[in-house]
């Protein structure tokens, strides 16, 4: 996750109040989706660097950064467009997700990223679409990957 803000946002968030609106750019991809579906936080349309945001209601919870537990966070879009629910049940399998948080008056500068969640549990219903935003799990990966035998590793022995 790239946290590297830049010194206008660490001034805002720093200071005691503050004119700067942040934004959260969602992008929905997948590759049976014939192109990502772009959603901001924003009321209106956001470009930010020359991709259309389309403005729809979602709540998404953030990860937290708990020490041995696996970032999770929550997504819930309004079923407001037909086009989420419909690219939902089209898939095969969890679509990946990208988070980015950007200001308002600097939309091309992202300011937070969260990448490579997958969109998993979902439920839909006539008024949202929900799911989890879940990491690959690498604590359950065997360690080490590979038998250390002259089969694979001629070279050791």
Not at 44 to 54: G, I, N
Not at 113 to 136: H, P
């Amino acid at each position: 996750m790239s946290r590297n803000p830049s010194l206008n946002t660490r001034t805002a968030l720093n200071a005691s109040g503050t004119g700067e609106v942040f934004l959260i750019l969602l992008t929905l991809s997948h590759p049976q989706l014939a192109e990502p579906i772009r959603v901001t936080s924003d009321a209106v349309t956001t470009v930010s660097r020359e991709q259309a945001f389309s403005p729809f209601p979602f709540d998404l919870t953030l990860p937290d950064d708990a020490e041995g537990a696996a970032p999770a966070a929550r997504l819930s879009i309004d079923n407001i467009d037909r086009r989420v629910v419909m690219a939902v049940r089209s898939l095969q399998s969890a679509a990946y997700v990208l988070i980015e948080i950007v200001r308002a008056a600097a939309p091309d500068v992202i300011e937070a990223k969260f990448e490579d969640f997958r969109l998993t549990d979902i439920s839909y219903d006539s008024q949202v679409v929900a799911g989890n935003l879940t990491l690959e799990d690498f604590i359950s990966e065997p360690f080490p990957a590979a038998i250390f035998s002259p089969g694979l590793f001629p070279g050791l022995f």
